[in-house]
């Protein structure tokens, strides 16, 4: 009991003490940034254990910069709280974005540099001042790097995902016991999918190009990329896409942070790449359980034997029990057996390539195709609650 008691006395004083180094990290940028006549510090978006995630948005005084949305450019940038610690989750996210760059579901990484001290001028003082002028004309986003080049220490800048999180999102659907249309978790499932699928083979694409939607590769080498943190926090609502039909109505979802990412050895394991699919895929499938059933047991090793189909399964509280009493009527029984057989025993889940298959199927059913018990299907439907649970204020957060 006493030791108990310390422990959490020293996580709290842990996360205590790191919540005062991000606030000087979060200071010293914002000094930083303060008289920078090209980029603005806007806010901070999260810190992890080792980083610091802010959001820089382009002055551009003359409005010649703007976004697709004709708004002020603006970019995420990522860098460590304490120089030295956190060093390899920093290179393991610099190189999965770097290979996974072009995919439509993975965030889009700009420019990346092990170092910002690399960035630090040289030349006389007339040739800095030339330079300065000339960078607040063009304004690259590696300007950003040469402004913290007096600082040591790996930095990322991403594209900016305005959307929302996932995590804000769950967690409102859970505060106002929200029921998901169907085809609001079948575009879900669908991206996280997608996103699977995106980590099977590298693009290595550069920025600015076109995004592909992923699919199956059969000639490329699998990349054997597990994410190892797929989380709510960790997935972005993005823009609506009219030009591909599952994104036209509902926006797509971004998959984050690759700090934890690893690759499995592919020496002497068989079937390596299933191995990988199969263990993004069951991370996946859990937060789909979460969205249907935010209590539900998925979390630890628990599963329940089912009977139709007859199989272990984690997933087995979101299906009628064994005495018939279905909790959760409104949801397509498609996508609760699915989710099923994807939390089900390893040798019987299915494959990466059946598992897009149907949730494409899903993701492109209309709002007509479900029956009198499922929630208001419509696109106006679907379009308010993700105008309720994403884009309202948080009063706390967003003052
Ligand atoms: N490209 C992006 N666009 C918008 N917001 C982002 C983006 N990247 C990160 N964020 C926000 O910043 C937060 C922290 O980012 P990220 O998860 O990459 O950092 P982290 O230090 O690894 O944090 P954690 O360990 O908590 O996952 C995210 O939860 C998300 O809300």
Not at 153 to 177: C, K
Not at 358 to 385: F, M, N, V
């Amino acid at each position: 009991m006493v030791a108990s008691f310390s422990k959490v006395k020293m996580a709290t004083s842990a996360r205590r003490a790191l919540r005062r180094i991000a606030r000087n990290v979060e200071l010293q940028l914002r000094f930083n940034f303060a008289n920078n006549p090209a980029w603005e510090f806007e806010k901070v978006l999260g810190n992890g254990s080792y980083g610091i995630t802010v959001l820089l948005a382009d002055k551009d005084p003359l409005h010649i910069r703007r976004d697709r949305n004709n708004r002020r450019r603006r970019i995420v940038l990522k860098r460590q709280l304490i120089p030295e610690q956190g060093m390899a989750d920093f290179l393991a996210e610099m190189q999965a974005l770097e290979q996974l760059r072009g995919h439509a579901h993975i965030a889009q990484m700009i420019d990346s540099t092990v170092n910002t001290q690399y960035f630090r001028s040289r030349g006389g003082r007339t040739v800095v001042f030339l330079r300065r002028i000339l960078r607040a004309l063009t304004n690259h986003p590696e300007n950003i790097f040469k402004i913290m080049a007096h600082h040591r220490g790996p930095a990322i800048l991403l594209e900016y995902l305005e959307g929302g999180s996932l995590y804000t999102f769950a967690l409102r659907q859970y505060e106002t016991n929200t029921k998901l249309p169907n085809r609001l978790l079948w575009s879900i499932f669908y991206c996280l999918m997608r996103a699977c699928a995106a980590m099977t083979y590298g693009k290595n694409a550069p920025y600015g190009g076109p995004l592909e939607l992923e699919e199956l590769q059969q000639d490329e080498p699998h990349l054997l990329l597990r994410h190892n943190d797929i989380a709510f926090r960790n997935l972005m609502f993005d823009d609506y896409e009219p030009q591909v039909p599952e994104h036209q109505t509902l926006p797509k979802v971004v998959l984050i942070d690759f700090g934890l990412a690893t690759y499995i050895k592919r020496d002497g394991v068989p079937r390596a790449g299933e191995i990988a699919d199969k263990y993004n895929m069951h991370e996946c499938a859990k937060l789909m359980v979460k969205l249907i059933h935010p209590r539900a047991k998925v979390a630890g090793d628990l599963y329940a034997y089912i009977t139709n189909p007859p199989l272990l399964t984690q997933a087995w509280e979101i299906i009628p029990d064994r005495y018939g009493y279905d909790h959760f009527p409104w949801v397509d029984n498609q996508l609760r057996y699915l989710l099923c057989e994807a939390l089900g025993d390893l040798n019987y889940r299915p494959s990466l390539q059946q598992m897009l298959r149907r949730t494409r199927r899903g993701a492109l059913k209309s709002a007509s195709a479900y029956g009198p018990r499922a929630p208001d299907e419509s696109d106006a439907a679907c379009q308010a609650i993700l105008q309720q649970l994403l884009h309202t204020p948080d009063p706390e957060n967003d003052p």
